[in-house]
């Protein structure tokens, strides 16, 4: 599985931005995507994931409330859409792809990654 992650982009506090990431292959619909971030000078962290179906998503308390994960099989993609953006939101994103048959949260148990989008918000 390729993955193709776009959407990024500079936005003000408050604003909102949808970040889609694109996937090759056949397969999709049987993994698991989620979205992490990495802001400067930290760890990679974990922001949202959904279940292979879809029917299930799971969020960091960060940005529970604020971003809404979701995928369309029939496009191969996954969204997360971000709402009330909030400067300390601002990092590189990537998506990622899981064989788990369930949603996963650690970085390690995701078999493929995107190349990663660059989302700034300022104050």
């Known amino acids: 599985v390729q993955l193709q992650a776009s959407g990024g982009g500079l936005v003000q506090a408050g604003g909102s931005l949808r970040l889609s990431c694109a996937a090759s292959g056949r397969t999709f619909s049987s993994y698991a995507m989620g979205w992490f971030r990495q802001a400067p000078g930290k760890e990679r962290e974990f922001v949202a994931a959904?279940?292979?179906?879809?029917?299930?998503?799971y969020y960091s308390d960060s940005v529970k409330g604020r971003f809404t994960i979701s995928r369309d099989n029939a496009k191969n993609t996954v969204y997360l859409q971000m709402n009330s953006l909030k400067p300390e939101d601002t990092a590189v994103y990537y998506c990622?792809?899981?064989?788990?048959?369930?949603?996963?949260?650690?970085?390690?148990?995701?078999?493929?990654w995107g190349q990663g989008t660059l989302v700034t918000v300022s104050s």
């Open positions: 990622a792809a899981s064989s788990a048959p369930y949603i996963v949260v650690v970085s390690t148990a995701y078999d493929y």
């Open positions: 959904i279940r292979w179906s879809g029917g299930s998503t």
